[in-house]
Antibody, heavy 122, light 106 residues
Framework: QVQLQESGPGLVKPSQTLSLTCTVS??????????WSWIRQPPGKGLEWIGY???????DYNPSLKSRATMSVDTSKNQFSLKLNSVTAADTAVYYCARETLRGQVFAFDFWGQGTLVTVSS | EIVLTQSPANLSLSLGERATLSCRASQTLSRFLAWYQQKPGQAPRLLIYDTSYRATGIPARFSGSGSGTDFTLTISSLEPEDSAVYYCQQRSKWRTFGQGTKLEIK
């Protein structure tokens, strides 16, 4: 069974960079059958897709965050990461990493991490 | 950007009743509309993929239908554990989620 686990600071100061890592276990991040995404959820609000990375390093981002978000992958550690710069209080949210399956007909987020709350505050 | 509008925002029904949740897209979706269930303090769980296929382990009382711009999630006979927020999601252009329908079981 695939498991995803987010890690990183729970508190970030305004204007600084938010950095999170997702560690994948129970499966290889290098499989060509998946995209690896970050999705966030402000407290009491809905879900917002941030972007995905493919194991070879190709990425796609939500246009609303593209100028501030950077994703990377480390296949040797079975991890992928998110950096979001110039954060403000509006970036306070639970951040989830998730796997999007590309094979068969699934093409959806079938495995999620438990989420990690990141608060932007001085 | 494709906007997904879910209705109703809130739904309160009794045990055993049928729930019908709607998701309307601002543009025609090629395929691959999904539905997720989220309970408080938990990550979303995939219920339905490609409009009408149940994900692994999802009970048969959950079903999905629709095409084009109009999609529906139906729960045929509500159980207490179905109380949750339900989101639709598209991947025709980037990825976007609806704003959610909160389902309460009376």
């Amino acid at each position: 069974q695939v498991q995803l686990q987010e890690s990183g600071p729970g508190l970030v100061k305004p204007s600084q960079t938010l950095s999170l890592t997702c560690t994948v276990s129970g499966g290889s991040i290098s499989s060509g059958d998946y995209y690896w995404s970050w999705i966030r959820q402000p407290p009491g609000k809905g879900l917002e897709w941030i972007g995905y990375i493919y194991y070879v390093g190709s990425t796609d981002y939500n246009p609303s965050l593209k100028s501030r978000a950077t994703m990377s992958v480390d296949t040797s550690k079975n991890q992928f990461s998110l950096k979001l710069n110039s954060v403000t209080a509006a970036d306070t949210a639970v951040y989830y990493c998730a796997r999007e399956t590309l094979r068969g007909q699934v093409f959806a987020f079938d495995f999620w991490g438990q989420g990690t709350l990141v608060t932007v505050s001085s | 950007e494709i906007v997904l509008t879910q209705s109703p925002a809130n739904l309160s029904l009794s045990l055993g009743e049928r729930a019908t949740l709607s998701c309307r897209a601002s543009q025609t979706l090629s395929r691959f509309l999904a539905w997720y269930q989220q309970k408080p303090g938990q990550a979303p769980r995939l219920l339905i993929y490609d409009t009408s296929y149940r994900a692994t382990g999802i009970p048969a009382r959950f079903s999905g239908s629709g095409s084009g711009t109009d999609f529906t999630l139906t729960i045929s006979s509500l159980e207490p554990e179905d109380s949750a927020v339900y989101y639709c999601q598209q991947r025709s252009k980037w990825r976007t989620f609806g704003q959610g329908t909160k389902l309460e079981i009376k």
